[in-house]
């Protein structure tokens, strides 16, 4: 781990709660696993699982606020459902904040939530982590996705994508519409193949 990791790693602790905290240390150490088996950098994979909910645990007016700050334009879902808004501004504030200027950790952050179509390898990763870290519990097929994460990880994704959308539809919440083009998007090229 490199000394900017520490440093990252010691900030980070400092603005998460202890359930966030874990959840995120969780993230990081999955993606690094996950980095290892698709044999892509292992620091970048951790890093990139460290931020990516850095503004998480931001209360919502400051969100905003903070958003406008930053010129983070947000969508009519993500000022309707907030909770969406922390993908995008944690990559604006892992740049500002953080000094992390590797557009592909900031990529894996801004789409940690949603995925979108076209990912790179390290946001799937990041995408992936997020959903199967140690830590959870109650996600469906959980122990299926956790497997299929280190053989086929566009399997994956689409396995997570299609859960995500039938757990929204479930409880009447609002979909991102661009998870719906991710998942319609993953599910068409593995159809081309």
Do not use: W
């Amino acid at each position: 781990m490199t000394e900017e990791i520490k440093s990252i790693k010691k900030k980070i602790k400092k603005v998460l709660d202890k359930d966030r905290y874990q959840h995120t240390l969780g993230v990081a150490y999955t993606a690094s696993s996950l980095a290892m088996r698709y044999g892509i950098d292992i620091d970048r994979a951790f890093l990139a699982g460290m931020l990516h909910d850095c503004a998480k645990n931001i209360p919502n007016d400051e969100k905003f606020a903070l958003c406008k700050k930053y010129k983070v334009k947000l969508t009519e879902v993500e000022k309707e459902a907030p909770y969406l808004i922390h993908s995008k501004l944690g990559a604006c504030l892992a740049k500002e904040i953080y000094k992390v200027d590797d557009r592909e950790i900031l990529d894996a952050v801004r789409n940690h939530t949603t995925g979108r179509p076209g990912m790179s390898l390290l946001e799937k990763i990041i995408f992936t982590s997020d959903y199967i870290e140690p830590g959870r519990t109650t996600a469906p097929n959980l122990a299926k996705i956790r497997q299929m994460a280190f053989v086929d990880i566009d399997e994956a994704v689409i396995e997570i994508l299609y859960d995500t959308l039938e757990y929204l539809k479930t409880k009447d919440q609002i979909i991102d519409p661009m998870t719906q083009k991710t998942y319609d998007y993953y599910v068409t090229c593995k159809k081309t193949l």
